[in-house]
């Protein structure tokens, strides 16, 4: 493997979809993205060769565009980029100094057909040329407090620019941008849940709850979850169209959920189920049910290169770290009647436990906070395999069903 590996962070739009992606510099040899001994335009330059050359721009964030820093060295180079200006959001960082050069170099990669965001910005009035050639306007929320950033906000909104708001770390954080406007959204809120208080689940939620109920019990025969699962004519016909496509390419064409039990097993088909009863919730987002998919296969993959079993139990981990923010409850008051394991209970609400360590280490990776995407004696490398293995992995789930 290569020494210099990518982070990526989603950004969403106002529908809460995956809009685009950050690509980060990170070390391969440490879990952190510290530049070490490599300077910023090595760390600009690396993340553009293994993002397109490496790996390949379409597994990191498919038809999406990637948003990529850029020092000034890049932006003042006037040979061309060796980068599709299509599908590249070119950030602007915020310590190169508003200059007439910069200026001039960002009309140059607009006119190449680059889309150009400025990075932390903080309005300044001498700044008005370079704002009006923005396309994306990046504000790290953090930065301001509530009054200022409804007063900065106004400012902005005079231009032509999109807004994105930064390191939103809650959904009341989210709902607020989205009251001012902003078009676009990054950081922890996805974890963090609104909480609707006084009402009761629709019954679509209430189903799916229900079906989770069987699927978790230890107990459960295969009558009983072949009734449970049949109940959903939605779900029996998405597993067998799955069992029977090219992702698992069985030679012998599945026909019903007791077959899919015996050749799959009990425990890997209520996994299964359990993921395609929380994709049938669609007034939710398609994208969520994506991150929960990637969530939970990151977490069986670590289990896995870590030599921890079983690996089902990881993977629900994974998948139900997601519920709260799917269902709009507290994560508590959703799994509380569920049949779950108390190491698996401990592992959602607490983080605690190895299965907690897991999801701590996926959710970190997530949003680039490499300093803790630890787990066991995994390296770095090992984890970031894992996280494109899970990536990859949910695509093609995806495509199936």
């Given at each position: 493997m290569p020494d210099i590996f990518i982070g990526r962070?989603?950004?969403f739009d106002r529908k809460l979809r995956v809009h685009a992606y950050e690509l980060l510099f990170r070390s391969g040899h440490a879990n952190h993205a510290a530049f070490g001994n490599v300077s910023a335009d090595g760390a600009t330059s690396t993340t553009i060769v293994n993002s397109f050359l490496e790996f390949g721009l379409d597994k990191l964030v498919g038809d999406k565009p990637a948003f990529i820093n850029f020092t000034e060295k890049f932006l003042f180079n006037e040979n061309a980029l060796p980068i599709p200006p299509r599908q590249v959001v070119i950030e602007v960082l915020e310590n190169i100094p508003v200059n007439f050069q910069l200026i001039k170099a960002v009309e140059r990669l607009k006119t190449e057909g680059f889309t150009i965001a400025l990075d932390d910005y903080i309005y300044n009035p001498a700044h008005k040329p370079l704002v009006a050639l923005a396309d994306i306007i990046k504000i790290d929320i953090m930065q301001l407090s509530r009054e200022q950033l409804i007063r900065h906000t106004a400012m902005l909104k005079k231009f032509t620019a999109k807004l994105l708001a930064e390191k939103i770390e809650s959904m009341d954080e989210f709902e607020l941008c989205h009251k001012l406007g902003f078009e676009y959204f990054q950081g922890y809120f996805l974890s963090k849940p609104r909480i609707i208080q006084g009402k009761s689940l629709p019954a679509n939620k209430l189903a799916v709850l229900n079906l989770l109920a069987v699927l978790q019990k230890e107990d459960s025969d295969i009558?009983?979850?072949e009734?449970?699962?049949?109940?959903?004519?939605?779900?029996t016909y998405r597993i067998l169209k799955l069992m029977n496509s090219a992702f698992f390419n069985y030679s012998?064409?599945?026909?019903?959920?007791?077959q899919a039990v015996f050749i799959m097993g009990r425990k890997k088909l209520s996994s299964w189920a359990s993921m395609l009863a929380l994709s049938s919730m669609n007034d939710r987002p398609g994208e969520m049910i994506h991150i929960a998919m990637t969530r939970a296969k990151m977490c069986e993959l670590l289990a896995e290169k870590?030599?921890?079993?079983?690996?089902?139990?990881?993977f629900t981990v994974?998948?139900?770290?997601?519920?709260d923010i799917m269902m709009e409850r507290e994560l508590a008051e959703i799994i509380a009647p569920l049949p779950l394991s108390e190491d698996?209970?401990?592992?959602?609400?607490?983080?605690?436990?190895?299965?907690?360590?897991?999801?701590q280490c996926v959710l970190a990776y997530e949003v680039a906070d490499f300093a803790n995407a630890t787990f066991r004696n995994l390296s770095a490398d090992d984890i970031y395999v894992a996280q494109i293995e899970a990536i990859?992995?949910?695509?093609m789930v995806t495509e199936s069903l």
């Open positions: 962070q989603p950004i009558e009983e979850l009734e449970a699962i049949g109940f959903d004519v939605s779900i012998k064409k599945i026909e019903s959920i007791r870590a030599g921890l079993k079983p690996l089902e139990s990881f994974g998948l139900f770290s997601a519920l698996v209970v401990s592992a959602l609400l607490a983080r605690q436990g190895i299965k907690g360590e897991a999801i990859t992995w949910a695509n």
